[in-house]
């Protein structure tokens, strides 16, 4: 930077190198991101970067969101290469902070590769000037209403499951990528802003104030459909204006640099609700969490008619007019703002009250079959509400469990409670009652498939446990539901014995808690002690029930050699002389 400035008389901090840049956008983090991060999705670009270097001086433009991410994109591309391809570009690259030192590099007779700073504004004119002198030049515009016509050149949003694998890679534990991945919502700007290490001093102008109260009722609602008329009338409630206005500040935001919302036709959603929220939650007012919670408990809590038509009818509800008022759009960004509310510890009375509100509503599996969707957000929202509430509903709730599938375009009403269960049981304290709940589903509903057993299974499957809680709380908690659940812990313990063919399947995992970031990794012994235990609960329930021992003796191979010992010693035992002798029989044969 000294020697370049030096060259044409101006000061170092109006110019910058490209590995300087890069240093300093790779450190943003730690662990640092690799250059692979800000090349995720975009095998086209790098190949129309290729080409521009390889040939003669001219403009490249790629269009953004976020000015900054084509200088990422280009900085991550040359930390890429090889030490002499890297050596040999990035000696000529010189990104300009200034127009006055853009326009000395222009005259240079050093053929350069010039790249304004996004916090420099771009003429026209500067751009063909350092073209026309022998430069080549990489530069930005905006995003216009519609697509661009040259998608090669387009810097468009990544694809979450790739740069999930790109931080894996970078060095962030697979349950953080996994969460940073998802929660950018496909922006590599709110990517850095949410692993950053380092405080921004300058915020997006969607952040900056004054907020207009309209984005306040945009962040809570989240996402909506503009077309759907309760939508609008909710965010009018909201945000205390006409929608034209609620309108006008959303169209303000979903384009330009860093845009807070993306609009794909009529449904509206925030980019990245974590890092909105990080950014704009200290501008919602008292009054507006007041309302909020009048229109989640009228959103969330509306009674799903389509549940009244018969099972094999349900799939007709829409063209029967059995809708509900609100969009789903809506429903899935309200419950999601209420459990951003119930983590913050200043908000979490508010969220317990939405929350038990909601559940103590329940008094058949219609209402709560009508939660279903949004079920997982409120057990994150308000986790001790949910069970305390939830473990007196069971004989309400059980019924969603003999609902007959009525289609291929239909879904199951219980999948929500699964996955509420199986998102508290990432949590230690939650594990036990978690667990008693699924228990007692599943004795209610022994013949559903994907049902509750499947899911405890899930949870304690001993080489890849679905929970933070430790081997010995995994333990005791088997122990606990043997005494009270014995019929399915018998069950379930059997699925958890050493088997080849045993498939691990995931389980929900919170979105907005960071229960699942704490789960210990899985060593041989932990697997061991935990099949071990599994074996020895099951001889020990065993006792002198011969269906049981039909069971275990069926399950021999699936014993290790000391559990093995142990059960064959149980056999020989005289106890089992106490059984009928047509019961010995049919253990012997």
């Known amino acids: 930077d000294e020697w370049c400035a030096r060259l044409i008389g101006k000061d170092p901090g109006e110019i910058r190198n490209i590995d300087d840049y890069w240093a300093n956008v790779s450190i943003l983090s730690s662990p640092p991101l690799k250059p692979a991060v800000f090349l995720t999705s975009r095998a086209k670009q790098v190949e129309s970067l290729k080409k521009w270097l390889e040939g003669s001086p001219s403009l490249l433009e790629f269009t953004t969101h976020s000015p900054s991410e084509v200088v990422d994109f280009f900085a991550a591309y040359v930390a890429s290469l090889d030490d002499k391809e890297r050596a040999a570009i990035g000696a000529r690259i010189v990104i300009v902070e200034k127009r006055e030192a853009w326009d000395a590099l222009c005259v240079s007779q050093n053929r350069l590769i010039l790249v304004p700073s996004p916090r420099m504004a771009i003429e026209p004119e500067m751009l063909a000037d ?44 697979e349950e953080e990528a996994a969460r940073l ?29 004054p907020v207009p109260a309209e984005i306040a009722a945009i962040l809570l609602a989240g996402r909506w459909d503009d077309e759907n008329a309760a939508d609008r009338e909710a965010l009018e409630k909201l945000a205390g204006c006409p929608y034209n206005k609620i309108q006008y500040t959303a169209n303000q935001w979903v384009t330009g640099e860093d845009p807070l919302l993306i609009r794909a036709l009529s449904h509206w959603r925030l980019t990245s609700r974590e890092d909105s929220w990080a950014l704009l939650s200290q501008y919602i007012a008292g009054q507006q969490l007041d309302i909020f919670a009048e229109i989640a408990i009228d959103v969330l809590g509306e009674k799903d008619s389509g549940f009244d038509l018969p099972s094999e009818d349900r799939w007709l509800a829409s063209i029967k007019g059995k809708m509900l008022r609100y969009s789903s759009q809506l429903r899935e960004g309200i419950a999601d703002a209420v459990a951003l509310l119930g983590v913050n510890p200043e908000w979490t009375g508010r969220a317990d009250r939405i929350v038990g509100s909601l559940l103590s509503a329940i008094t058949d599996w219609k209402q709560c079959a009508s939660l279903d969707d949004v079920l997982p957000q409120l057990a994150e929202a308000a986790p001790d509400v949910f069970l305390d509430i939830m473990k007196k509903k069971v004989p309400c709730i059980a019924g969603v469990f003999s609902q007959k599938d009525s289609g291929l375009f239909s879904a199951s009403p219980y999948t929500g409670l699964l996955w509420a269960l199986e998102t508290l049981a990432w949590e230690p304290k939650h594990l036990d009652w978690a667990s ?34 430790s081997v010995e709380t995994r333990i005791k908690v088997l122990e606990h539901l043997c005494k009270i659940e014995p019929d399915v812990t018998w069950c379930l313990l059997l699925t958890l014995l050493p088997s080849a063919t ?30 071990n235990a599994t074996a020895d609960l099951l001889i020990e329930m065993a006792g002198h029930n011969a269906d049981r021992w039909t069971d275990l003796i069926g399950h021999l191979h699936h ?15 005289d106890d089992l002389n106490k059984l009928a002798s047509r019961d010995r029989n049919r253990i012997a044969d």
């Open 559 to 573: 014993f290790y050699t000391p559990a093995l010992d142990r059960l064959l010693e149980k056999l020989a035992n």
């Open 502 to 531: 045993t498939m691990a399947f995931p389980t929900s995992r919170p979105e907005w808690r960071d229960w699942a970031l704490n789960r210990p990794k899985v060593t041989n012994r932990d697997r061991w002690e935990v099949e």
């Open 436 to 469: 008693r709940l699924l228990a007692q589903l599943a004795k209610m509903n022994t013949s559903v498939q994907n049902g509750p057993i499947d899911s405890l299974t899930r949870i304690f499957l001993p080489w890849f446990p679905q929970t933070s809680a």
């Open 181 to 209: 991945a998802g929660k950018c919502g496909g922006s590599l700007t709110a990517l850095k802003r949410l692993v950053g290490r380092f405080p921004e001093t300058e915020l997006p102008k969607w952040a900056q104030k």
């Open 130 to 173: 350092a073209v026309r002198c022998g430069h080549r030049v990489l530069a930005w515009r905006y995003y216009a209403n519609g697509k661009t016509s040259e998608p090669d050149k387009e810097l468009s949003r990544v694809f979450p499951f790739e740069l999930e694998k790109f931080l894996r890679e970078s060095g962030f534990e």
